[in-house]
């Protein structure tokens, strides 16, 4: 396990990420029922965007600071919201205004969208990484972390009792039985807790990731993409985030947000909305 999220933090795949997390804990949380929200592959739970790790790759200075400066006319509210929930993170370390220096990784983002007696468990297999997101809730009773496999968990965990749920699934795609991995444990899940809401990131790289987009066609998600034009061979250069069972009006906030969100990214970047995986050969519809 070598990857650490430090690296990409707050990158264009995080911008995609997260402004979708963003927005589905809040349509989720709409109703007055209790939600349960499980993140499999938490990561550390914030990151210093000033740090050696961020800056020795530049990742968010493309990703989420190009969105920050951009004039807030315009803005879609899901872009919004989510830069808000950035800002407010940041401003705990400091004065916030401009680019971000602390960025939040998806526990964060849930916690900042949980009600009093919603229930979240973050999972984190990496010891330093699990240390570092343990340290980040320290004393924190809504949160409870666990240093284990996030599969493993999901198995454990669902159906939950509140019956209404999220998952993101966000593993680090090093290991090449990764895909198969993921798909039996969703399809356990599924299987287990049919109506709940899974968010699943991917990268769009090579065949295998082409194939393992195409295999999460039959839970028949909501897809989203970004895809950057113009990187450096061996760079992630587009992503994906399947949304089985989102709530209602996702969709129509994403259709407004992505245009916006590949715009600010820069010349070349596109994005696809579809009730359908798009493959290289039919991205439907796109910017
Ligand atoms: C892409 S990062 C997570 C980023 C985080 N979800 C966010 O959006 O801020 C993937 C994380 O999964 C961890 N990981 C790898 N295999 C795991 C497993 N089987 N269970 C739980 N965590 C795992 C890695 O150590 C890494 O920190």
Sequence with gaps: MNYRHGYHAGNFADVLKHTALCELLRLLTAKDKKLFVLDTHAGAGGYDLAGNLARRTGEAEAGVARLAVAPRTGMPAAVARYLAAVAAYDRKFGP??????????SPRLVRAGLRPGDRFVACELHPEEALALKREFAGDRAVEVRQADGYKVLKALLPPVERRGLVLIDPPFEAT???EKLLR????????FATGCYAVWYPIKDEMAAAFARDLAAFRPLVLELRLGGIAPGKLAACG???INPPWRFEEAMREALPWVAARLG???????????ATPAAPAPSG
Aim: net charge positive; charged share 25%.
């Design 96 to 105: 916030a205004g401009g680019q971000p220096r602390r960025y939040p990784g």
């Design 177 to 179: 039985d990764e895909y």
């Design 185 to 192: 444990a969703l399809r356990q899940g599924v299987r287990r």
């Design 241 to 243: 985030l399947a949304v």
């Design 267 to 277: 010349p070349g970047v596109t994005w696809v909305v579809d009730a359908a995986p």
